[in-house]
């Protein structure tokens, strides 16, 4: 890249597709923090894909614009794979881990999600979007079926304690809807039904 980027760059593209998932404040309050609107965030979002929708180098560029919120000292190994961890102000109980090919094969990383920051414990109660991981969320849940997975996006049918059926979705790993499904037959429609989630744990 020839001329420096906004260093809020990916942190705005991962807000942009948790918009219209996550609950509208917890977004705006996040665009906020970085003293952007909605326009710019949509903007950067628009210049990431331009920076990074390519073959040769796409990997190379993602790992560019991430360098600013890489955290020193917390690279590890997994086989012959790197994992960087990363900060972002907008989820200060979590770290962003990418694993990737250090030798640069492939044009994607291999993995891109939220991980518990130390010193972050998993909470208790009834999951709410943007405090819960996938795997805390889904194991409080009896899991019916995956409903959807394409990028960082991930969704769920499950059934709770009291046999409600919930509709959950997941960006990045993190948390973003809980909300009732409607039964048609015995199963669960893929679409939310458009009410509220249950108040009660499972």
């Not at 000292?73 to 960087?84: E, F, I, K, S």
């Not at 999951?127 to 899991?143: F, G, S």
């Not at 948390?175 to 509220?196: F, I, K, N, S, T």
């Amino acid at each position: 890249m020839d001329t420096p980027e906004d260093p809020h760059l990916h942190e705005l593209w991962l807000l942009s597709g948790m918009d219209g998932r996550g609950p509208a404040p917890f977004v705006d309050a996040a665009l906020a923090r970085l003293g952007a609107t909605h326009e710019e965030m949509e903007q950067a979002t628009k210049r990431y894909q331009q920076l990074t929708d390519k073959r040769q180098g796409r990997l190379s560029a993602v790992l560019e614009l991430l360098s600013g919120a890489r955290i020193e000292g917390r690279r590890t190994r997994r086989g012959n794979l790197v994992v960087d961890r990363h900060r972002f102000a907008s989820w200060p109980d979590f770290e962003y881990e990418v694993e990737y090919d250090p030798a640069g094969h492939g044009w994607f990383t291999e993995r891109e999600e939220f991980v518990r920051a130390p010193g972050s414990t998993a909470p208790q109660g009834t999951p709410v979007p943007w405090a819960w991981l996938r795997d805390e969320t889904l194991a409080r849940y009896e899991v019916l079926r995956e409903i959807d997975h394409w990028g960082l996006y991930h969704s769920f049918a499950v059934r709770d304690g009291a046999g409600e059926h919930l509709f959950l979705s997941f960006s990045s790993g993190l948390l973003q809807e809980v909300c009732l499904l409607e039964v048609l037959d015995g199963e669960p429609v893929e679409r939310p039904g458009g009410g509220d989630a249950p108040s009660g744990g499972s």
